[in-house]
């Protein structure tokens, strides 16, 4: 190789990753598969996805709402916490059953703050009913009507500063996409497994055919061996370190199509009464989260006072040793 094209080739290489490109590669070997960080040029292939998916992560986070403080007063003058819980003991009841909130509150860090934020989520349900409603100036009973309701309540990474929060969040949501990825990886392995299966058992079968006299049976199967093969062999390559090194390049390149953030908007009453105008209601507009289940989760940041956690918390407790004296 000439000196020109040496210098040429030293002007086109990939710079080195930073810090987080650096950690976020390293933590496909722990959440993917570590046989991939020893494919050939791991780095170089990667390395821009990787960041392509670092940015998505980030500006996702940055765009959820909030954060909205969540506490019975807010149930009352926030119409989207309203919507949230059924009544304001169900914030307590939410925050007492929180693991996250428990494991948060046991950390001494979480005293350098009266509140913290997170993360909370939640799945937005519809019914059907029948219900009194005006329509012009007359009041109808048994009105069709459609109540919005939530359930599956979660609080995610608690912590004591917002922009702490954000980072964890922003965190998670890279590794979801690695989990996403990894299922699929999974997901060959087990069709590799099923083929050798098959493949397995037409072989035996082909076995006993071949003592008989040879007839379309024979050929029929034949055929299927040969195609099983043929696939067993197109999905082992699929499962070698430098194909799956691309694969992740192209998911990676494309993050929206496993994690993303839908605009939902709606008009309620202030009984959850799904309304055909805003004048009727309150309009409410949030973000719902589409993750590797494919759910729905409506999410927003909130602000919760701690001294409201850690009473939510010893009742929940309390009422746990309660059931177990009785």
């Not at 496909?28 to 998916?53: M, N, Q, Y």
């Not at 003991?89 to 494991?103: E, F, H, K």
């Not at 799945?123 to 069709?144: H, I, S, Y």
């Amino acid at each position: 190789m000439g000196l020109l094209s040496a210098i040429a080739g030293m002007l086109h290489r990939t710079p080195p990753a930073d810090t987080g490109t650096r950690l976020a590669l390293a933590r496909i070997g722990e959440l993917v598969d570590p046989l991939l960080t020893v494919a050939p040029d791991f780095d170089s292939h990667l390395k821009s996805p990787v960041d392509c998916a670092l940015g998505y992560c980030e500006g996702l986070v940055d765009s959820l709402p909030g954060p909205h403080t969540v506490d019975s007063r807010a149930f009352v003058s926030d119409p989207l916490v309203h919507a949230l819980f059924a009544t304001a003991d169900d914030i307590r009841g939410m925050l007492g059953r929180s693991q996250a909130v428990r494991d948060y509150l046991a950390n001494p860090e979480c005293r350098r703050s009266d509140s913290f934020y997170a993360l909370l989520a939640a799945r937005r349900q519809e019914k059907k009913q029948l219900g009194p409603a005006l329509q012009g100036d007359t009041l109808r009973a048994n009105v069709p009507q459609t109540v919005l309701y939530f359930t599956d309540h979660t609080l995610v990474e608690p912590h004591c500063e917002l922009h702490e929060t954000r980072q964890a969040l922003r965190a998670s949501a890279y590794d979801s996409l690695l989990r996403n990825f990894h299922a699929h990886l999974e997901g060959l392995r087990i069709e590799r497994a099923e083929t050798q299966g098959d493949s397995t058992s037409e072989r035996a079968h082909l076995a006993l055919l071949k003592g008989s006299t040879p007839g379309p049976e024979y050929a029929v199967h034949t055929r299927r061996l040969a195609e099983l093969d043929a696939h067993l062999r197109s999905v082992a390559a699929a499962l070698e370190p430098e194909p799956l090194v691309r694969a992740l390049a192209e998911f990676l390149l494309a993050p929206e199509l496993s994690l993303a953030l839908q605009p939902y908007t709606v008009a309620l009453d202030r009984m959850g009464v799904v309304t055909q105008t805003a004048e009727a209601g309150d309009t409410l507009s949030f973000p719902e989260l589409i993750a590797r289940d494919k759910r729905r989760y409506m999410v927003t940041l909130v602000r919760v006072a701690r001294a409201q956690a850690e009473e939510a918390v010893a009742s929940v407790l309390d009422f746990r040793h309660r059931f177990v004296i009785i």
